[in-house]
């Protein structure tokens, strides 16, 4: 009895702690990873806050995507305040009791003890959780030209330096997150949603079906896709929406063998076998039974993916097809920088750092992930 | 003999491969009544399970197919080449099955509950709440201690008995008239093969539910069959009560299976086996089927054989006991009189 009043007692100071400083519970509980990164979240955020109040009550008002990242900011703070709190008050009730543990739970645990991918992870967030409120942070206007102060080197009003037009390199960098993020995510959710239908559809038909989608994979994949992308990219109008259309559209092969090759294996289990017998309709078989567990190797397959579109579209704004000036864009500062690369490197330099950070991060959680969720690797 | 709930005739399932056409089931006719309890007996390979496939119209199309003049009919609806529509009204309402592994035959990514509760949703429309009610009470009846803890449990967390009891559940969860077992307890412990049987033959009595039980195990088949339907390489060789089997075998394949089971009576006599295996399904011998591992074999066996009553005329007068070989045409039946 004494025992259940002091693990209450010690519930609520724990949830009256987490209200004073999110993910400090956490972190006195030792359980450092989570703790740490709702602390950090929130301590970063609140200090962006406060310090740049100026530029936070100036955005209210201001464009869309600055609006965007005011209430980014916003549910941040109010996210890491709910979770530590509803954190503390649920982990007292279900720590003893035994709650189904699911597949993805099992992953999740395998996960969190590869240090490394945990690492990326970290930095992929920290990169998504920067992309959203970079209006906020950045010292500049990325677009704003200032001719006198061309190409200067780093200092304390410029930290990574200016470009040829006087631009200020670290709001570029970072306003280049926010592009090649975006573009990442957005094209390889669409690639994969549709090579995913695709796959488990071609995978479980079988038959003519499979042989019509599986031979229009192959074209797809036959096509020079750098070509594909110039081509229609200098057809149209280039615009971000257009690359991530294009992206989107002929990055889904991959994914949709992948997938048909899983539920290849996963239409003669058993339990799918069941599932007909129960009489389920094939759509119902394929999204709710066969999809679920094909799932695995397709996020691994995306996470990888992310990086590649990433270095895609940084080459496509290299070679100038892709994102246009004056948007700024990783891969085309990269070739802008090239031109004077012996007198001012960190204009190449910092934007190819970031591409290497982010691919890199990208593949250190899609290889932890891959051995997480490969019940093989696991064992 | 109640009311006849399925009855197959001269069923022909085919699967045309690459070696050539492997005539998997060829030729079977049997009925199951109301309430009744069939057995299909046999070794593996004999074409018990694309049997109890066919039935619900689930072999996998190409490579087989159900040929011309077979007849599969349930409550006097005729199943071969039915639109996949109804026959999917079919599956899970009116027929249920379970099968053999229960290790696999769950979704390992959804709890228990889950899958019950989507059979209840789906054929029963019922909602997530009375679902889930309806769920524990299936599982309370399949003998699932604390059946409310149960349901929020992964498949993974249960015993292999556990898991065939949950099957049940689910297959049970709409109430089927007719329930395909197929070897449910061929990997499950010993004892829990007693627990399981017990609760499909307590299950059966309950629900008033005829079921189709596919064994390999005549110790099953002595302890919940009505009747009994062997099979040897894709034909039924021999069929009669669960009584006529095993006091009055006629045919040397029923016999050899019997022989080959351990016996209380006579403590201490070898076990007999059958020598050899089945023959290849792609090329059925033109004569008896078992003749190349029969100890009776003698001229005459060369010759096809017809199914017909023991003692009795060519064709089977009674389908309810009937066997394949020309010998026993001449020896009368034991249990009639």
């Known amino acids: ?63 869309w995507d600055e609006r965007l990242a005011v209430g980014s900011l916003v549910a941040g703070l109010l996210a890491a305040w709910y979770w530590s709190w509803r954190d503390t008050n649920t982990k007292m009730e279900c720590a003893g009791a035994r709650a189904g543990v699911g597949q993805w739970e099992l992953a999740v645990r395998a996960f969190s003890k590869n240090k490394t991918a945990v690492a990326g992870l970290i930095l992929v967030v920290g990169l998504y959780l920067l992309a959203l409120i970079t209006p906020l942070i950045t010292p500049d206007d990325p677009t704003a030209q200032d001719l006198p102060l061309r190409l200067q080197a780093m200092s304390a009003a410029h930290r990574l330096g200016t470009d040829q037009l ?24 669409i690639s994969v949603t549709i090579g995913t239908l695709l796959g488990a559809v071609a ?50 092969p991959g994914t949709a063998r992948i997938v048909r090759g899983e539920v290849l294996s996963l239409k003669r289990r058993e339990f799918i076998q069941a599932a007909e017998a129960l009489g389920y ?13 094909a799932l695995g190797p397709v996020i691994v397959a995306a996470t990888l993916g992310i990086g590649n579109t990433i270095v895609l579209e940084a080459g496509l704004s290299f070679l100038g097809v892709g994102v246009q000036a004056p948007t700024p864009s990783w891969g085309s500062m990269l070739s802008d920088g090239r031109d004077v690369l012996l007198d001012a490197w960190w204009l190449s330099t910092f934007p190819g750092l970031a591409i290497v950070f982010t691919v890199l991060s990208f593949n250190l959680v899609g290889d932890g992930l891959r051995d997480a969720l490969d019940p093989r690797v696991r064992s | 003999m109640s009311d006849v709930l399925l009855s197959v005739k001269d069923l022909r399932s085919w ?65 071969v080449g039915a639109p996949e529509p109804s026959l999917r009204a079919l599956r899970g309402n009116e027929i249920s099955m379970i099968f053999q592994e229960p290790m696999t035959s769950l979704n390992p990514v959804y709890t228990v509950g889950e899958q019950i509760g989507e059979a209840l949703r789906l ?6 709440k009375a679902a889930r009610v309806e769920s524990a009470q299936l599982l309370r009846e399949v003998g699932i201690p604390d059946p409310e803890a149960r349901l929020d449990e992964y498949p993974h967390r249960m015993s292999g008995g ?108 070898r076990l007999k086996a059958i020598p050899g295996t089945v023959p290849d399904s792609i090329d059925w011998p033109i004569g008896c089927r078992f003749e190349q591992r029969c100890p009776l074999r003698a001229p005459g066996c060369e010759r096809p054989q017809g199914l017909h009553e023991p003692g009795g005329a060519e064709r089977a007068v009674r389908a309810d006991r009937a066997v394949r070989c020309w010998r026993s045409m001449a020896e009368p039946s034991r249990t009639d009189q």
């Open chain 1, 1 to 63: 009895m004494t025992e259940l009043a002091g693990g209450r007692a010690r519930g609520g100071s724990a949830s009256r702690l987490s209200l004073v400083l999110p993910g400090l519970p956490q972190l006195l509980a030792g359980r450092w990873g989570v703790g740490g990164v709702a602390l950090s979240v929130w301590i970063g955020f609140a200090w962006v806050l406060v310090a740049r109040h100026d530029v936070v009550r100036r955005s209210l008002s201001g464009a």
């Open chain 1, 166 to 189: 006087g631009r200020d390199v670290l709001s570029r960098v970072l306003y280049g997150a926010r592009i090649s993020l975006t573009i990442g995510f957005v094209a390889v959710g």
């Open chain 1, 203 to 252: 995978g479980y038909l079988g038959g003519m079906v499979d042989s019509l989608i599986m031979r229009f994979v192959d074209m797809v994949i036959s096509f020079p896709r750098l070509i594909l992308l110039i081509v229609i990219v200098a057809a149209f109008d280039p615009s971000i929406f257009l690359i991530i259309t294009v992206l989107g559209l002929t990055l889904w």
């Open chain 1, 281 to 293: 309709s094939r759509s119902r078989i394929v999204l709710r039974h066969l999809i679920p567990n």
């Open chain 2, 15 to 79: 699967f045309f491969t690459d070696q050539g056409v492997a005539k998997a089931v060829d030729g079977v006719s049997c009925e199951v009544g109301e309430g009744e309890t069939l057995c299909l007996v046999g070794e593996s390979g004999c074409g018990k399970t694309v049997t109890s496939l066919s039935v619900l119209g689930l072999l996998p199309d190409p490579p087989a197919r159900i040929m011309n003049g077979s007849s599969i009919s349930f409550r006097g609806e005729e199943l």
């Open chain 2, 123 to 128: 054929h029963r429309g019922l909602d997530r």
């Open chain 2, 162 to 269: 556990m898991r065939q009891r949950v099957m049940i559940a689910m297959a049970l969860s709409c109430e089927p008239r007719l329930l395909i077992a197929d070897e449910p307890t061929t990997a499950l412990d010993v004892t829990i093969q007693a627990q399981i049987l017990e609760l499909l033959a307590d299950l059966r009595e309950r629900r008033g539910m005829a079921v189709l039980l596919i064994t390999h195990d005549l110790g099953v088949v002595a302890e919940v069959c009505d009747r009994v339907l062997i099979m040897y390489a894709g034909q039924v060789v021999e069929t009669g009560s669960v009584h006529e089997i095993f006091a009055d075998p006629r045919h040397p394949y029923t016999k050899g299976l019997l022989e080959s089971l351990p016996s209380l009576a006579q403590p201490g006599r």
